[in-house]
């Protein structure tokens, strides 16, 4: 069966000299209800037509053949906009969610296409702390739509595993370290004996050089010294890992700054025969003074690497590795520079696929007071957020709804979901306030309360046996509250596809907020149960459609949805 919007292509097809990918590329949904379904601007034809959009849409309207789907079509301005018969759109709609259940809005367009997602990157020996949460489930959900919509995804944990810090790691372990306390809480250990460092290091001017002369001897593969990198490094990722899987987050290749070690050289020297390094007080840098920018530095006075030395290499390996389509580096605002200099210089080397680098930036989350119990020093570690989150969701089951079965299991889906969502809720660059109250709260814009009306329907669903979809009459439902949800549904596909295009998770979020006020104001006014059987089914119908798109939605945003609450 084909949507409304095929129908709608089709018939259009024939009288421009567009493509069907350019026509869907340009269809957009009208802002209201009075401006119909569909419409398609004539204003890229006009260039070509020489003639004004209100004219060609006019001359179009004479010469398409109205398919049966279609009400009316007419002109505004210079779209030309497409009213969907009500009954025939609210029947396709709910038969093509239906029929593809977990598959609806999902897609072939990034067949054959690999795209290379760069998330998370937390550095060993330092906490995985709340300010990686919006990377780590912004790349996460990421890697879903496009994996969604066909594309090959491979999501990278580059981990911050290399440079100098490490050397004075190894110095400060050497004074102060004890195995068994790093044993039994590595990070918080590692963390408290590099504070330790710096403090000492204000004093004591030699501590410094004692740590550059360490990494050195990393570098220069002193057994000792690369023992000591590589426990620190394990513990670290296994600390990770942990976390990560609290969070059912994973990757696929953990290859950090530490791998392109060795792979620096042939970038160097490549950068040398273009003539692009230069000089300059002992370092050698890319020039970048044409884009108002600073300089890149590649090696530093006493020739060490950099992170954008690495990162430089991290893009050929990649290049050669996945031939990706594009990559995306989900990264926090502050590297805004740093991303922009790398892509330049990448520019400069004259690759055109440097406009397929795209830095997905995200704001900052802040803490509204110190009520989330920060440990000491500044950092608030996310695993003391992820469990004061399940146990404050079970707190509420406990008070809520004592009975339910599997408390647990629904307090982590809650809890978790609570966190994930916060983070991907609002616009990526937006920075944030971390609040509790507005976190788990069952009415307001959040997670639970998309989870706890998915709860709901899934219970209506079950009161009513029906499993053969007996007796359903569309046109009950191409009406009133029920068609708002029907139009909000036929819209997924498109918000799927513009998240994808915007790098946006939160175009999802906010779509399911609309989609869950939708149906409850649907839910409040119509009544399913006590109704007589062929509007009962009908509603019901309308409530299995309701109940795939927000699974779907949510498993985008890597958010679980427990079926009873
Ligand atoms: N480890 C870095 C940090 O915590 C982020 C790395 C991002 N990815 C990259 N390829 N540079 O700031």
Known sequence: MKTIKEEVINAILNHVNLDKNEIERLIEI?????????????FQLSKTLRKAPHIIAGELADKITKPECIEKICVIGGYLNFYAEKVNFTTIVLKKIQEQGENFGSSDVGKGKNIVLDYCATNIAKPFHIGHLPTTVI????????????????????????????????????????????????????????VKFHKEAKIDKSLDDEGRAAFKAIEDGKDEYVKLWKWFRDISISEFKRILGVLKIDFDSWNGESFFNDKMEPVINELKEKGLLQESQGAHIVDLSEFNMPPCIILRSDGATLYATRDLAAIFYRKETYDFHKILYCVATQQNLHFQQLFKVIEKMGYPWAENLVHVANGMISLESSSMGTRQGTAVFLDDVLSEAVSKALAIIEEKNPELEGKEEVSRMVGIGAIKFSALKNKRIKDSVFAWEKVLNFEGETSCYIQYTYARICSVIKKVENSEDLGINYSLLAEGDSYDVVKLLAKFPDIVESASNEYEPSIISKYLIDLVQSYNKFYHFNPILSSEDELKYSRIALCKAVKIVVKNGMSLLGIECPERM
């Open 139 to 194: 790349g996460n959900s990421l890697y879903k739509i496009f994996k969604f919509l066909g594309y090959n995804c491979v999501g990278i944990n580059h981990l911050g595993d290399w440079g100098t810090q490490f050397g004075k790691l190894i110095v400060a372990y050497k004074k102060w370290g004890n195995n068994a306390e790093i044993e039994k809480n590595p990070i918080k250990e590692l963390v408290k004996i590099y």
């Open 30 to 42: 009208p802002p209201n209800d009075d401006m119909g379904d569909y419409s398609f601007p004539c």
